[in-house]
């Protein structure tokens, strides 16, 4: 069965870190690009930041939206097939479920995604 299992989330205050993790399983992780997206209440799913899959030439694509560029930092180990975003200076607005997904090929966005992993709730107060 395939699973992609996130953890690491919390209530920080404002101007703290987390460390979310993702840990995968059943499918062929090189050949998938992997990503955190959030969706914060009454608002849609965005991606937050992503990593090409390793088996592609731009397999070492990185994307960070622009909302948490210089604040968050996403790395893969495709040995370990994990997946960590570390969070630092978080703010009131990155409250949100973060989830960990996979999408086969060089790019994961919300409209490619194969799979979803479970939420984890991350809540920064002021």
């Known amino acids: 069965d395939v699973q992609l299992q996130a953890s690491g989330g919390g209530v920080v205050q404002a101007g703290g870190s987390l460390r979310l993790s993702c840990v995968a399983s059943?499918?062929?992780?090189?050949?998938?690009?992997v990503g955190w997206f959030r969706q914060a209440l009454g608002k849609e799913r965005e991606r937050v930041a992503s990593i090409g899959a390793a088996a592609f030439e731009s397999g070492d694509k990185i994307y960070y939206s622009d909302s948490v560029k210089g604040r968050f930092t996403i790395a893969a180990d495709s040995a370990k097939k994990m997946v960590w975003l570390q969070m630092d200076n978080l703010k009131p607005e990155d409250t949100a479920v973060y989830y960990c997904?996979?999408?086969?090929?060089?790019?994961?966005?919300?409209?490619?995604?194969?799979?979803w992993g479970h939420g984890t709730q991350v809540t920064v107060s002021s």
């Open positions: 997904a996979a999408g086969w090929g060089d790019i994961v966005t919300v409209k490619r995604v194969d799979y």
């Open positions: 059943g499918f062929g992780f090189n050949d998938f690009a």
